[in-house]
């Protein structure tokens, strides 16, 4: 995975890949027979495939849509310039089939695909390529695919330029998100914004037929599809919002899959012979963040008492019911800059006790955790018990999302308990905004601010040599793992549990899923 990063830095490199249709081509189910579940009574293949998932929908709008429920539909009503292989992490080519990176890495340029028809039936031009990415620039909920774009620019009829404010290696993950989808700019113009957000006119494998809020959304196949015939004709998202619903509709077959069932369903989804749990990992982590400006643990070893007090053990089988992986740091062995040389700090109450002893933490103070969802809320609740074992007393609260950023941002808590899902496999995403100083009045909630760590983070940016840049972040994990702004905990798993005969399944860290891929 880590060698994946060398292909994307690559300058003025050229690349021709598979298209965006992970096995479509060789699932070719559409005449054959299946085996039971895969086909109806008459023999006839089964070409409905329905999924569950815990909430709807606010629009279908590629650039205004970051519920995840949402951008899991627009995973399959918009086509993006490219996606990511679920498996490998690979970037494949999808409406542009390659692309060349400028020696700088601030400019990509897509060669894009001809011959590919809208949902409507008309033809897709570069002009709607470039609408597309310059609305997606002005769009704040747009921002996890164009954050670090500046400008696109037509170069040719088959070429479209975009410029970046510097060097991001992980730009083509970012293009390959929901956020970055390509549509009709004409259609757009016709039928207002409004209706578009309700029926978009894309180049997708799907198209919207029916939309029940807070239901279902029911796709049907894209008949003008580039890639070629859609394997599975009709398919229906429907919202179950409870999790022990949603076992039971899959154990009676009134759905087809489940998107991210809670862990403590697994073992009874893998004992029964007609169901398959697919398992793999996400591109995030859950951490504490600790305010280094707020008494006591503006002191080191106060921070260090902390690490020793976060019983990590008790978080992974208490409330990932062992679906996980302890974290000693904010990268996993995929990530590029991995290290195992950071400090460690395993489970030690006596240790912890006489730490806050010498940072002259006494049990007087009471220390204040917020959290802003429920699933956070258990972590601080682990911790709260932890330090109460020791004499110390820390109140948990649990606030709005707004409330719960002002509070962060003007420093009133001691302690934030959270976690991120991100766009890529990458250290930049999962520690820039949380540690750099000039995010101080952004995401830095922990108000760490060291030029050191400044300087590592900036120069891995305008680094394009992999083994370099690797050797900056190695620096990075080791610094951070001994100042403790940020304590990670655990990385968690993504997960879809399906019916048995579905074909094709495998797990996306994001949980957006391309049913292209799929077939009965």
Request: one cysteine or more; aromatic letters at 10%.
């Amino acid at each position: 995975m880590r060698k994946l990063l060398a292909v994307i830095l690559a300058a003025a490199m050229t690349v021709s890949l598979a298209g965006c249709g992970g096995n479509a081509a060789s699932s070719g189910n559409a005449g054959g027979t299946q085996e039971a579940g895969g086909s109806g009574a008459s023999g006839e293949v089964k070409d409905t495939l329905i999924i569950g998932h815990y909430g709807d929908t606010p629009n279908f709008d590629t650039h205004d849509n970051l519920n995840d429920n949402g951008m899991r539909i627009n995973m399959c009503v918009y086509d993006p310039l490219v996606r990511m292989d679920n498996e490998t992490y690979e970037i494949k080519p999808c409406l542009a089939e390659s692309w060349e990176i400028s020696e700088d890495g601030r400019e990509y340029t897509f060669a894009i695909k001809s011959g590919v028809k809208f949902t409507d039936g008309t033809d897709m031009s570069i002009d709607d390529v470039v609408f597309s990415l310059e609305r997606g620039m002005e769009m704040p909920m747009a921002v996890p695919s164009f954050a670090r774009v500046t400008g696109v620019e037509k170069v040719d009829d088959s070429h479209v330029k975009v410029i970046l404010d510097g060097p991001y290696p992980e730009f083509l993950f970012a293009m390959a998100l929901p956020t970055a989808g390509i549509f009709s700019k004409t259609a757009f113009e016709s039928m207002g914004e409004d209706a578009f957000k309700k029926n978009p006119v894309t180049t997708a494998p799907y198209k919207v037929a029916d939309w029940k809020a807070g239901e279902k959304v029911v796709l049907e196949a894209n008949e003008n599809y580039h890639m070629g015939e859609v394997p599975i004709k009709h398919v229906e998202y429907r919202v179950i919002t409870d999790p022990n619903s949603a076992v039971l509709s899959l154990e009676s077959g009134d759905i087809d899959a489940y998107v991210d069932v809670q862990q403590t369903s697994f073992k009874r989804i893998q004992e029964n012979d007609k169901l398959e749990l697919h398992t793999g990992d996400t591109f995030g982590l859950n951490y504490i963040t600790i305010n280094c400006e707020k008494a006591p643990f503006d002191n080191i070893k106060a921070r260090q008492a902390l690490a020793y007090a976060t019983d990590k053990e008790s978080m992974l089988y208490g409330i990932l019911d062992g679906n996980g992986t302890i974290m000693d740091t904010f990268a996993t062995d995929k990530y590029l800059g991995y290290t195992d040389k950071v400090e460690k700090y395993p489970y030690d109450l006596e240790k912890a006790k006489a730490l806050f002893a010498e940072a002259g933490v006494d049990g007087s103070q009471e220390i204040s955790i917020i959290v802003y969802d429920t699933k956070a809320s258990k972590y601080a609740q682990v911790l709260q018990n932890s330090l109460a074992e020791i004499g110390l007393k820390a109140n948990v609260s649990q606030m709005e999302r707004s409330a719960y950023d002002d509070a962060c941002l003007n420093g009133d808590a001691h302690i934030m308990v959270d976690g991120g899902t991100f766009t890529a496999p990458t250290i930049d995403e999962a520690l820039y905004s949380g540690i750099h100083s000039s995010q101080m009045d952004v995401r830095n909630y922990s108000k760490y601010s060291d030029p050191e760590a400044d300087r590592l983070l900036d120069e891995a940016r305008i680094t394009l040599d992999e083994t370099q840049r690797a050797a900056l972040y190695e620096q990075l994990l080791i610094k951070l793992s001994k100042d403790l702004p940020m304590i990670p905990t655990l990385s968690g798993t993504k997960n879809i549990a399906t019916n048995k005969n579905l074909k094709g399944v495998t797990v996306n860290p994001w949980s957006f899923y391309n049913v292209y891929d799929f077939s009965w």
